[in-house]
């Protein structure tokens, strides 16, 4: 058989394989977007990798991490806030904590909580994972920020864990502890740690210590409504307490209604209990230890520290991280400032005096650091700071505003305006009360005579030193005054302190005193404006956690030129018009440094101003009084040698302004203004007929001057009508008493120059006595009484295991020895025993978290 050859084996064109490698996309064999779709396998494989990895790390935690014991600590770092000069100022500690088993409180105040908080509280196993994807969507879709803790997480955070720990592994953590929390503890125990341990602000840990705080009664007394409005502002009581103002207690309303719906919803309460409560109003806030002076001014630093644009700092923060807080205040200054107020005769001129609003602002020109701030007596007794919440009329402290307008536009200080009295001036209205009607009326000037003083044709520098009314108002209408508003605003006056009325430039619109300070600090400052401020920086341990920058400081905000030639003016106020008091202010040298400054009155004497300023200093003085009702504003009565006229500018408030900045610039190196030559006077118009010159323009020079200080008897000399001309003479009074008066109690012309001697003697030091009742009371009570009487307080601190901590255990000098008037009082104080707390002392962390647990925290 013969043999065949193989058939051939057909060649067709083959095309390469490729390689796998570990990027396998777009995939072969497949075209379009299947091309880039994973493979069933690969999906698998991914899920399984990821969740073996999920559930290995997971069991590695759960392993790894056991439930730790409960820090001892929980909310016991104290803040401490200092002075300029590094002296202690006072404190905050969160140390207000009382822990109540969970029977002895109401059911419904762990019903609210678990309503408001965490409605799965009782079926969840310490998570809740529903919430926590819940959550997640709801941010990541731009929906309602939503928090995904529940109340165990809570506790688990207030009671195990450092304030401040939140990255992804200590949340990771947290979870693996409130599972296992959730297993060690019972649900009851768990709601009686949270309960126990939550911030709700005022200083307050837990309910029993908030009840207190906001509402003066036990935990167990509390209602239904009130423990509503607590647990409402769990997760912000640093700004939801309705003590914060109208917005705050707003929000507070509007939480205390979610949690009132969600109870009823839940069935805790019944809906006709919800229709029917009504918002509870907090007590009055009254921190234990804020006595006298010091409480102002840390609430101030508190209120500062706050602001979202600054440090940011909120009160829950303020009382549990140890914060060291550096402050501008130079408490030379504010003694020195306390001293100058309490020269106003609170006891014996009947309840009037009692409602007087009397501030001193000090600002340094040149950063805007307030060096002093006194806004009343004793903040345990008043929380209103008069010099920060109080406003009153500016009155004539605004006219510089419309002097400076008037040097930009072009106009000089040797211009002539008629200042006669009265004066009908084209468009001065003034709104009819019964018709509502804008109707033109006559202005006047200050005076004793009928219809006031007139001065005939006179510059702008005599109108500015004598505050012609009739003059400034001729000008404000020249320059418009829209124009005197924008320069105000400038300088530093908020907007809603100003108007766009030609009555603004007498100061018709309510200004705070510290505002005012701020703007004449720009004035100091030759036109530069720096942001007013009484913090430096805030520390924690070696780490400055926030710093004054400065940075919205506005250079030439009014150009230096101007404001050279506004100061000039504004120095003739001193030399020879209503605040010539202020002469008195002399330097190391014994001769009279420069100052500046206008004095400032109203109609019907509803405030009384003297704004000043030195090169290195601008101060502020203001007067006002309350009605009875406690909210408008009355005429100021009339005291001490003032109480048979009226009190102007020129009479209390220039007099404590110069006590004041004498006190402060002992030593100060006098510093001058920026040269300026007045310009030549312009000749003289022709002159507007000045009244005859009667009976009516004698004044009669003040008697009972004699025994007073100068600063006193010249400023109730200036406030008749006369110019008293200080001569020194040696004697063995205290320097600066007034020994004579010429012709004390005969009339003589206005503005006539009266002789007064004056004693250059040695001061002999003043006496006071140590208070008693010193030992056994807090630290903030005793440094409030030791500075009441004019002392100053010197805190040191020892252990002690019997006395409790913050409580003074010493005085030396004793109670009741006579002391020197600014002479150091030693306090020893209890810091508590050596070792950490207490055993079993209750202590309690920062809370809060979670805002609506489950995601209920909408409306």
């Not at 009382?319 to 402050?327: N, P, S």
């Not at 430039?505 to 200004?511: A, H, P, R």
Request: charged share 20%; net charge negative.
């Amino acid at each position: 058989m013969a043999n065949r050859s193989p058939s051939p084996i057909p060649i067709w064109p083959q095309t390469p394989r490729r390689r796998r490698g570990i990027w396998n996309y777009p995939r072969p064999h497949r075209t379009g977007l299947r091309a880039w779709i994973p493979s069933w396998r690969v999906v698998v494989g991914t899920g399984l990798t990821l969740l073996s990895l999920g559930v290995g790390v997971f069991t590695a935690g759960w392993i790894g991490w056991a439930v730790p014991k409960e820090r001892a600590e929980i909310g016991s770092e104290t803040t401490t806030v200092y002075y300029a000069d590094n002296k202690v100022m006072g404190k905050f500690a969160a140390i207000d904590r009382t822990i109540r088993p969970l029977d002895e409180l109401p059911p419904y105040i762990g019903q609210a909580v678990i309503a408001s908080e965490d409605q799965a509280f009782e079926d969840h196993m310490g998570v809740d994972p529903l919430g926590i994807v819940r959550a997640a969507i709801s941010n990541a879709t731009g929906g309602g920020r939503q928090g995904a803790s529940t109340l165990t997480q809570q506790y688990v955070e207030n009671t195990y864990f450092q304030p401040g720990q939140s990255s992804y592994a200590d949340k990771f953590r947290e979870i693996i502890l409130a599972l296992k929390v959730d297993q060690e503890k019972s649900k009851d125990e768990i709601l009686e740690g949270y309960v126990n341990s939550i911030y709700l602000g005022r200083g307050a840990y837990g309910f029993e210590a908030a009840a207190k705080a906001y509402f003066n009664k036990p935990a167990a007394e509390l209602t239904v409504s009130e423990t509503a409005m607590l647990v409402g502002i769990i997760p912000s009581p640093s700004y939801w307490d309705p003590r914060f103002g109208e917005e705050s207690k707003a929000v507070a309303q509007e939480k205390w209604g979610r949690v009132l719906r969600n109870m009823a919803d839940m069935g805790y309460i019944t809906q006709e209990e919800r229709k029917s409560a009504t918002f509870p109003e907090p007590i009055e806030y009254k921190p234990a230890s804020r006595a006298g002076q010091v409480g102002y001014l840390l609430e101030e630093v508190r209120k500062e520290l706050a602001d979202p644009e600054g440090a940011n700092i909120s009160e829950e923060e303020l009382m549990t991280k140890g914060y060291e807080i550096h402050t501008t205040i130079n408490s030379k200054f504010q003694k020195a400032a306390v001293k100058a107020a309490n020269t106003i005769p609170y006891k014996g001129d009947g309840a009037a005096s009692k409602r007087l609003g009397v501030s001193i602002v000090s600002i340094d020109p040149k950063n805007g650091a307030i060096r002093a701030l006194y806004g009343g007596k004793n903040y345990e007794e008043v929380q209103f700071n008069a010099a920060t919440d109080g406003k009153a009329q500016g009155g004539s402290t605004f006219k510089p505003f419309t002097l400076i307008g008037a040097l930009e536009d072009g106009h000089e200080l040797n211009e002539y305006y008629n200042g006669n009295s009265p004066m009908q001036i084209p468009g001065w209205t003034v709104r009819n009360k019964e018709t509502g009607v804008e109707e033109e009326v006559k202005l006047t000037n200050f005076g004793t005579q009928a219809g006031g003083e007139s001065y005939g044709d006179i510059d702008l520098v005599d109108a500015t030193a004598n505050s012609v009314n009739t003059v400034y108002a001729q000008l404000n209408v020249d320059i418009g005054a829209k124009k005197s508003q924008d320069v105000a605003i400038r300088a530093g006056i908020p907007e809603d302190a100003t108007n766009d009325t030609l009555s603004n430039v007498l100061g018709t619109s309510d200004v705070h005193p510290v505002d005012l300070a701020g703007a004449y600090a720009t004035f100091a400052a030759q036109g530069t404006r720096h942001e007013t401020h009484i913090l430096t920086s805030v520390k924690q341990g070696e780490d400055t956690v926030w710093e004054f920058s400065g940075k919205n400081t506005k250079k030439d905000i009014i150009d230096p030129v101007v404001m050279a030639k506004a100061t000039y003016a504004m120095q003739q106020v001193v030399n020879e018009g209503s605040g010539v008091p202020a002469k008195e202010l002399l330097g190391p040298d014994g001769k009279q440094r420069p100052v500046a400054g206008k004095t400032g009155s109203t109609n019907d004497n509803k405030s009384a101003w003297f704004a000043g300023y030195i090169p290195q200093l601008a101060t502020v003085v203001g007067l006002y009084q309350s009605a009875e009702d406690g909210v408008a504003q009355a005429s100021i009565t009339p005291f001490g040698q003032w109480a048979g006229g009226s009190l102007t500018g020129g009479t209390w408030p220039v007099a404590a302004w110069t006590q004041y900045m004498q006190e402060v610039t002992k030593g100060m190196e006098v510093e001058e203004f920026p040269p300026y030559v007045p310009p030549a006077p312009k000749p003289s118009p022709t002159p507007t007929p000045s009244p005859t010159p009667s009976e009516e323009q004698k004044v009669m020079v003040p008697t009972g001057l004699v025994g007073q200080q100068f600063a006193a008897a010249a400023a109730a000399l200036s406030g008749a009508g006369v110019n008293p001309q200080l001569v020194e003479v040696p004697s063995d009074q205290p320097p600066g008493t007034v020994l004579s008066v010429e012709k004390e109690g005969q009339e003589v012309p206005r503005n006539s120059s009266i002789r007064v001697e004056v004693s250059t003697g040695p001061e002999q030091p003043e006496a006071t006595t140590v208070p008693n009742g010193l030992i056994g009371s807090s630290e903030g009570s005793a440094r409030g009484k030791v500075q009441g009487a004019n002392l100053e307080p010197v805190v040191e601190y020892q252990p002690s295991d019997d006395v409790r901590q913050g409580t003074v255990i010493d005085v030396s000098p004793g109670e009741g020895s006579p002391a020197e008037a600014g002479s150091q009082v030693r306090l020893i104080v209890s810091s508590g025993p050596e070792v950490g707390l207490p055993t079993g002392e209750p202590t309690g962390g920062g809370g809060g978290g979670g805002g609506g647990g489950n995601g209920n925290d909408s409306p």
